[in-house]
């Protein structure tokens, strides 16, 4: 009686454990399937979108916005080649792509469709010959962090600290979308304030980050950027950290569940 005790016992942990790992195996299966159709999370690790978007917002990119490639899934497996149920982004979405050569996660804005001629002249966005007009929205202030070169006026306050001045704009482009672009210094590098031409070929795009001369995009080593590379359309800011997850105090409240324009 004893023995068969243990026997079941021991079957029932054996079940147990069979079940547990069932579960396991559902669930990546689950969350494998949500990131690469749906929705993938996307930590901004860097200051080239501000003031859209700051460094320690937590996104959601919508995965299916322009259709699927290899970039859609995880480690680039899947079982097709080149886009299917491609739908085209618009001027102005914030994408998450693929560098063409590093493969690195990028977010910038799309600026330059195929068939577009780009152009920056003392700062202002030429797309097919005409400025996309701007207007002024006052200024953003950051504080001045030593060690990172950063284009910026600095404007020391009456505490001591040191913090970044930049000037806001609010740009519209030529389908009548508006977002906020930052101005550092009017007399930037050419990479930035004055360009030469940029040509987008078809099938490529042209993207910009917002903090214009804080940004490394298609201006400089990015380049073109192909429509197989894009990843998935910025929607929605759902945390935002000013510092580490656990420092409460330095939580952005303001910035969580926010639509990203």
Known sequence: MAGRTKRMAKAQKKDGLWELVKTVVYALLIAGVFRSLLFQPFWIPSGSMKSTLLIGDFLFVSKYAYGYSAHSFPFGLAPFS????????????VIVFKHPRSNEDYVKRLIGL?????????????????????RPDGEFLEPVIRGHSLQCKEYPRIDGEVMCLKERYIETLPNGREHIVLNADDNSSPLTDNTREFDVPEGHYFFMGDNRDNSNDSRQSVGMVPF??????????????GGEFWEVWNWRADRFFVSID
């Open 82 to 93: 080149g886009r299917i149920l491609a739908s085209e982004p618009e001027r102005g979405d």
């Open 114 to 134: 195929p068939g577009d001629t780009i152009q920056i002249r003392e700062g202002i966005l030429y797309i097919n010959g005409e400025a996309a007009p701007q």
């Open 228 to 241: 197989e590379n894009l990843v998935g359309r910025a929607d929605l800011i759902a945390l935002s950290f």
